[in-house]
């Protein structure tokens, strides 16, 4: 009777390939997620995404109400110093974190950015984000309601495989006055100045306006040029594959070389 024997390399790998055949639908998995900036040249501009992957209790504002804290960090600085504490405190299990652009800095018309997030679909299965919209004092994208996106079914399969934002799904946080005063992205303006404004957050994109023909921090001069239903930013989701299929493979090639040899 000939004996199949696996060498050290192949034990291995079906010590690594073993678990993830027999794993739950309840593993965690990893999330590619991918920024665009869809924008018309020369037109706006967008801070780092601030993102998680929630059970759906965090809600960072609303629509028509005074902005708090967490999203006018988001808002007018784009740092989200105080979102990331807040989402934190209301679900400690979420999985927090940032899309940076490639290159770094603001995210221009046209440039992309990637980050890849270990998420548990059953734990979190919501996606909520934030992002400062500039130039601006406190223009941003981000999600109203806790729930609108589900990214994960009740069996952990991945349901949305982007998000898009038109102009009509800009904010205003309404926490600052409109100009070129505090506003930033621009040459010459201080984002640390301020000018309270006592309103409320709404939708508002057609008041970018204020910042044409201003030179941005870039070096473009600002023209806003989109309407309500032109697609400014992009937001896609992809699962990476875990190596299962290439392992498997490896371990083929290796019993076929054993029976080949025996």
Not at 180 to 192: P, R, T, V
Request: proline share 6%.
């Amino acid at each position: 009777m000939r004996k199949t024997v696996l060498n050290p390399a192949a034990l291995a790998a079906l010590a690594v390939v073993g678990p993830a055949l027999t794993a739950s639908a309840g593993m965690p998995v990893e999330v590619r997620v991918t920024v665009e900036n869809m924008a018309p040249t020369n037109s706006v501009a967008f801070a780092p995404l601030r993102v998680g992957f929630h059970n759906g209790t965090f809600d960072s504002f609303d629509d028509g109400v005074a902005a708090t804290a967490p999203i006018i960090s988001i808002a007018e600085g784009g740092s989200g110093a105080d979102w990331f504490p807040a989402f934190a405190a209301a679900d400690p299990a979420a999985t927090l974190g940032s899309v940076l652009p490639n290159p770094a800095g603001p995210l221009v018309p046209g440039a992309t950015g990637t980050e890849t997030f270990v998420v548990d679909p059953m734990t979190n299965p919501y996606f909520s984000f934030g992002s400062m919209v500039v130039p601006s004092n406190d223009y941003f994208i981000g999600n109203d309601s806790a729930t609108q996106y589900q990214l994960f079914d009740a069996a952990g399969n991945l349901q949305i495989s982007s998000i898009t934002q038109h102009g009509r799904d800009i904010w205003d946080a309404g926490s600052e006055v409109d100009g070129a005063f505090g506003a930033a992205f621009l040459e010459g303006s201080s984002n640390s100045d301020h000018i309270d404004e006592n309103g409320t957050v709404g939708f508002d994109f057609a008041d970018l306006d204020v910042f044409n023909g201003l030179t941005t921090a870039a070096g473009y001069t600002f023209d806003r040029q989109f309407g309500a239903d032109d697609a400014v930013y992009r937001i896609s989701f992809e699962i990476v594959p875990a190596p299962t299929t290439a392992a498997l493979a490896g371990i083929g090639g290796i019993f076929a070389m054993r029976r080949r040899r025996a």
